[in-house]
């Protein structure tokens, strides 16, 4: 009979462990969601802008799909400038149409723009800049973590993200762009590098930069009411490449590829989002440990009446 239980017990156990990861599995392909929220302090709501989701980096901080194909560098995702810098890089890509959103929403009367449906990952959120009195607001871009945490560190299901913007005014405008090295000075590093200036996503112009003009350029007499991008479309052999935008120039940093992986132990806030920036433990499954450890004793407690029985019976 208490042979019986053992094995009960002992098939019990190996259902848990064999089902573990499919569990877990099927656990993060839960429903979850994000509300973007565009709300500036002069024009109140926004309404009207299209907001565009794109799926960038899986839930340890790899780059998925054809955000993988590009030499970016990832960098800490604990640091929130720098997530900052790395939306900033993957939303100048996007702005030129290497890769297709999986959703897109425009935001209603109250400035909300929702995605439903979504699984863990970290997303990138691109929105498209509204006109108000003369004014244009430009939404900046952003990647935020599903699910994310509360204050207490509770995991959030549903996710509302407060958007950071620029406030443009009408007058034209210039934009410059700077190329820097992060390469302990490589004899390899290329003597020149092309950058491209985007207007609404589309190639507006280029420049070539080199030492002989201190690897910068400015664009003057720009459309203030057209969204403005930086891209490298050849990054050097051997260097990874980030992209930022600080009033009104752009920074284009080539690092040398030979440097030690990103540390994914969480992501900024990037958009304003209310969570804070602790990774979501993805990939572990507590549930089962209290099961094995009363089954365990179990075990136990049946291995030590049956050995008393064997030794009562050996008796008689």
């Not at 498209?128 to 003369?134: A, D, I, L, R, W």
Request: with cysteine; proline share 5%; charged share 20%.
């Amino acid at each position: 009979m208490f042979r019986r239980i053992s094995v009960l017990f002992t098939v019990l156990l190996t259902a848990v462990l064999c089902f573990g990861n499919s569990l877990t599995a099927f656990a993060e392909e839960s429903d979850y969601s994000l509300t973007v929220n565009f709300v500036t302090d002069e024009a109140g709501a926004i309404e009207g802008s299209q907001f565009e989701l794109y799926y960038a980096l899986e839930p340890d901080g790899t780059l998925f799909g054809d955000f993988a194909d590009l030499d970016v560098e990832v960098g800490d995702l604990t640091s929130s400038e720098n997530v900052s810098v790395l939306a900033s890089t993957l939303a100048a890509y996007v702005d030129g149409g290497f890769t297709e959103n999986i959703d897109e929403v425009g935001t209603n009367s109250l400035g909300e723009a929702k995605f439903t449906g979504l699984d863990a990952g970290i997303y990138l959120v691109v929105g498209s800049s509204v006109e108000v009195n003369g004014i244009r607001y430009a939404p900046k871009p952003a990647l935020i973590r599903i699910p994310g945490h509360d204050m207490e560190g509770e995991l959030v299901k549903d996710v509302v993200a407060n958007v950071k913007y620029d406030r443009i005014l009408p007058d034209p405008i210039s934009r410059s762009v700077t190329k820097v090295w992060d390469d302990n000075n490589s004899p390899t590093r290329p003597g020149s590098v092309t950058v491209q200036l985007l207007k609404d996503g589309k190639v507006y112009d280029e420049a070539v930069l080199s030492a002989a003009n201190n690897w910068s350029h400015t664009w003057n007499d720009l459309d203030a009411l057209a969204d403005w991008s930086v891209v490298e479309p050849k990054v050097p052999d051997g260097y990874t490449v980030s992209i930022s935008l600080d009033n009104t120039k752009f920074t284009v940093v080539n690092k040398s590829s030979k440097v030690v992986p990103p540390n994914p132990q969480g992501i900024g806030n990037g958009g304003g989002t209310n969570n804070q920036t602790k990774l979501p433990q993805t990939g572990q499954l507590w549930w089962p440990v209290p099961i094995l450890l009363v089954s365990g004793c179990v075990l136990v407690l049946v291995g030590v009446i049956s050995s008393r029985l064997s030794d009562d019976n050996v008796a008689d």
